[in-house]
């Protein structure tokens, strides 16, 4: 029971609360401590799915950046000028000038920007400039009878999902109460988009199948 009190501490009694609030309304047999220990478990499975999703999704919208404003689209002023700047929520344009001014490679740019940066490449006001000649080409997975701005506006909202998933993981916040086998699908669809191979590939090396069925009881 000390080493219990002591390890409550560390963690802290609030962070402890949403674990002991969560077992106590499904009445599971379990200690608070398992589904705690269990949500570790499962966050750090999904490093892999997310991992390769950020990277093929990235270097997705980067062939389709080349096509349209060359190899170091990253320094192109015109392409720069048509992300939205100002007061908007998400300053697409100064993340891309400070990075872009820190590196000398486009592969250096491309590791260097957000997430938040290439979701929000899939925003409407993308549809004509960007994705009207080059979604089909980078996205060769994608259902190919779907209109090309109803997949983009499906990929934005994949990827508003997998960017809620990664940053509650990235802070080290519960995730036993999301629909994880639907983030995992997400995921895998995402992927797929891009590249079924890769996607199969995924499949057999991820974890957090194994770690759903070993959910506490």
Not at 38 to 62: D, K, Q, Y
Not at 65 to 88: I, M
Not at 202 to 212: A, D, G, N
Request: hydrophobic share 40%; charged share 20%; net charge positive.
């Amino acid at each position: 029971m000390r080493d219990q009190h002591l390890i409550y501490r560390s963690f802290s009694a609030a962070r402890m609360t949403t674990y002991e609030g969560a077992v106590a309304r499904a009445q599971l047999r379990a200690h608070p401590f398992e589904l705690y220990r269990w949500n570790m478990r499962v966050s750090g499975a999904f490093l892999l799915p997310l991992h390769t999703c950020e990277v093929v999704i990235r270097n997705a919208v980067s062939e389709a950046l080349a096509q349209q404003h060359g190899a170091l689209w990253p320094w192109q002023e015109g392409f720069r000028a048509s992300l939205p700047g100002g007061t908007a929520r998400y300053n697409a344009r100064e993340e891309l000038r400070r990075v872009a001014s820190n590196h000398t490679s486009t592969a250096a740019v491309i590791a260097s920007l957000r997430f938040a940066f290439w979701q929000h490449l899939f925003t409407q006001r993308f549809d004509r400039t960007l994705w009207s000649k080059t979604l089909r080409h980078v996205l060769p997975g994608a259902d190919p009878d779907m209109p090309g701005y109803l997949l983009r506006a499906q990929l934005h909202g994949y990827l508003e999902q997998v960017r809620q998933l990664r940053n509650r993981i990235a802070h080290h916040e519960p995730i036993f109460a999301r629909d994880l086998a639907l983030d995992l699908a997400t995921i895998g669809r995402i992927v797929q988009m891009r590249c079924p191979h890769t996607e199969r590939w995924m499949t057999r090396h991820e974890s957090v199948t194994s770690w759903l069925e070993q959910r506490p009881a």
